[in-house]
């Protein structure tokens, strides 16, 4: 009692505390409006949540390790306002529960009649569809919208100036992203994803700021009712780890997305990239129709996003081009979609649909309140074209540079851009990459799978397929992903030119589609599978502010002929020209003459007539060679056999193999070189290749 009466007997402080809360609801009020809502049983359109960001400012979209380190109070009323939305009661149009409902299951209209469905069994989300990144960008403003709402509710519960403080970090809520691709990041979720508690500042008694530690709202959600029929459990969960594999070509294939000139080609290339990591995620992340309740997902998409805005960025006034429509929970699939196609069940102020029109430039997304590092506002088309030219480069791209770090993958990679290896011996800074390019209907292919692609027994790549466990998963569309080649073939010291990479591939590449709970898919079993092997000579050149060039782009048909759902010789080439033939088999080259040592020449430890050693290495697997001259020497370049006079006509050849424990040894004569002519050098070919399918030796092409 004895506060109630200090508090009675000062009637002005009592005064100013009123006007205190009464101006703090006020100023609440004022920076959200309480739009009317209704529930999404409710099958009532009366009422409806605008999606329009934040037009009061743009605010820079962080990765989430860099939100949590650099900008504590942001991140700080982010995991709060997580918190809240995601304890909403379901029947809430805007909990948790109901904005991940949207993407897939319940199944159900969002502040939409009933009548408004065209396909029941769906979500909203257009998968397999052109309209697939500008669909998720007003989802993400959505929650992005509503966490802001929320976080800035939470702040204005403090006092005194702890108050002023939240307000300010809650007016600057973003959602995080999750680069899944860049150096150093990519094959890790980040611990902030995973651990299971955090600590934070709420407001405690009367307002004053009290640190606590909560349950990690960003590591799962918790279900308010039992769903478990949907085949889900309490919450959300992922794979054990919180790592996987292969970011290495994650983030190459990302590179080579990034550089593609076409809209639609970029969209199809980016969702392929973008179901890999849903399936590697793993749990609930690996199902279209529940992915959306686990809290990565809006980080992942996020990333997604971030890496579309970078795309327009870096190709302004390339835009949506038609293609056949996908089922969704409101659109037909009959027809086209454009880019004036509604992206139900979202809306503008004035009640009208989003569509693809609105967000169409990269600039587009400083209207919502947000920008990225690499898409900053403020900048002239094509200088913001430069300035994300040069983050591509420094986050995604390969460089002909060793780093000095001392990685062998590093040195390997600069040793890829050097020489005769790189297949662009012609062109500095440059290399010829190689790209399994995958294309199948999704409707054959039901629920999430992977495609695993090796080079002999190692394990170079996988797609993941990310559709529904559902007949018509996918509508009517043929998906095209790409897997790059290049760093499997790297890291086996394989290098790169047409001549080498080409037979190496037709010997040793397959693949596999193998089911996410276990068990194999046999290949026939998808008769639109078709798997074509690819190469283009790409040009990183010398201006960090470029992306790279891409030339001489083709199809090789050796890597995939006689193979389960390769392209066969018989079909037309579908990507650039048809590799001419002489570029997939093995080539031969007339090896110099070993040079003679010098009299008195040590160096290799041997007599003055050694040809072999330290100076004069072992030719390599496939040459021709041409042994030490002797008096009178033959014409410089002759070939004659090992130990044999020179003779008197044109000398026979000797071919280099594998002998035992793959040292080179020779197998000749086969066929008389004489001057090189075109015949004689077939004949040495048709042989060594007689050799090859005989005895299986290990060749290596010059």
Known sequence: MQPLKCLLAQPALVL???????????????????????????????????????PTRVVTRHSITTLKDRFPDRYNMLVLAWQQVAARVEANDTSYYQLAGIHGRPY??????????????????????????????PYLVLFEQLLREEALVIANRFNGEARRKWLRAANNVRLPYWDWASKGVESKIPSILIDENVQVTQPGTYGAPQSTSIPNPLRSYRFLQDHSDWGVGDETVRRDSGQFDFGESTREATYQTLRLKSYNDYQANAEGIHGGVHVDVGGGMSFVSVSAFDPIFWLHHCNVDRLWAMWQATHPGVYLQPEPGSPTFALSGNGDDTITTPLYPFRNANGREWNSDQIKRAEDIFTYGYSYPEVPQGRSTNALRRFTNRRINRLYGESPTDNGEGKTSNRKVAASFKGLASGAAKVPNARREWTANVLFKPSEIRGPHRIRFYIGSDLVGRLGIFTDDKPDAGGKRRMNFTLPLTPGLVNKDIALRAEEAAPALSKDLRWEIVKVEGGNVPLESVPSLKVVVSSAIVDVGTDPEELPTVSNVLTHFAPTAGKDGGLQPAEPAPIGEKAPETLDTPTLEVAPAPKKMAAGDRRSG????????AANPPPRLGALVAPAPREPAPRAGAAVAPGAAAPAGPPPVVIVVAGAEGAPAPVGPVAPVGSSTPSSLSAARQQVQHLQRQSRAAFAFL
């Open 108 to 137: 159900e209209p969002w502040q939409y009649p009933d009548s408004a469905t065209e396909n029941p069994f769906y979500g909203y989300c257009t998968h397999a569809s052109v309209l697939f990144m500008t669909w998720h960008r």
């Open 16 to 54: 100013l505390g009123l006007v205190s809360f009464l101006a703090t609801q006020a100023s609440s009020a004022a920076l959200y409006p309480p739009y009317p809502l209704v529930k999404r049983q409710a099958g009532n359109s009366t009422g409806f949540t605008p999606i329009v960001g934040d």
């Open 606 to 613: 041997g007599s003055a007539d050694q040809t072999l050693g």
